[in-house]
């Protein structure tokens, strides 16, 4: 060989490995940043386009360049041009999993209000909440985050990109059936009441926020709650 097939063998070798590193990071980074309401191939290109991975495919694109302008082989023009290819193919294939990694870890299938170390009154208000969202079948992932307290609790939930449910239509079977009456219902926004309690649901892009407690209060963040993170 070459002493120019050897720079380009060396060339491919590192874009490879680079290849390889990045299809890693890349599923490292969408394990903790990805949105679980993209779709894969949504999530894959915000991926590339806000993390770290559109990077990584520049600097693998340039090396399989220079390799592919290098060559003397046909295989080796091949291997340049299938390294950033399968970079992305691999980075398309691993996204799904990262991104349910994230569901899985950050995400429950009920809300949850009470909190372990919460003081009175908060802590005998969480229960109650809790005691509220417990009687009532929901949809959707809910996070640890949200509005919790002596004013009731509230907790977003968010659709998967390949969950397509009518939110409103699931709460208002799932409320009467539960005992509640639903009081208001504009068809984005549902209030329901129980035994001195209030419930109420607001659809928002991806998801949802719900929110329990006294009937006599409002969910002074329900609203705000559309515009917090996933």
């Known amino acids: 060989m070459t002493g120019r097939s050897v720079s380009a063998v060396v060339l491919l070798v590192i874009g490879a490995g680079l290849a390889l590193l990045a299809v890693l990071v890349h599923y490292g980074f969408m394990s903790i940043y990805g949105d679980v309401t993209d779709t894969a191939f949504e999530a894959l290109t915000w991926g590339l386009t806000s993390g770290p991975s559109g990077l990584a495919f520049g600097l693998v694109a340039m090396f399989a360049l220079i390799g592919l302008m290098l060559s003397t082989r046909r295989w080796m ?18 996204t ?20 372990e170390g919460t003081e009175e009154p908060m802590a005998s208000a969480d229960r109650e909440s809790q005691r509220a969202f417990d009687s009532i079948s929901h949809v959707g992932d809910f996070g640890g985050g949200g509005v919790s307290g002596v004013g009731g609790c509230e907790r977003r939930f968010v659709l998967t990109g390949d969950v397509n449910l009518d939110v409103m239509r699931h709460y208002r079977l799932a409320l009467p059936a539960a005992g509640w009456e639903v009081v208001e219902d504009d068809g984005r926004h549902l209030r329901a009441l129980h035994d001195g309690q209030a419930f109420e649901v607001m659809l928002c892009p991806g998801g949802g926020v719900i929110w329990t407690g006294s009937a006599a209060d409002s969910p002074s963040g329900i609203r705000m709650g559309c515009d917090s993170g996933h």
């Open 96 to 115: 799904p999993l990262a991104v349910g990694q994230k569901l899985e870890v950050h995400y429950e299938s009920a809300p949850q209000c009470v909190i």
């Open 77 to 94: 023009r091949l291997t340049a041009v299938a390294i950033p290819v399968l970079m992305l193919v691999g980075m398309f294939a691993v």
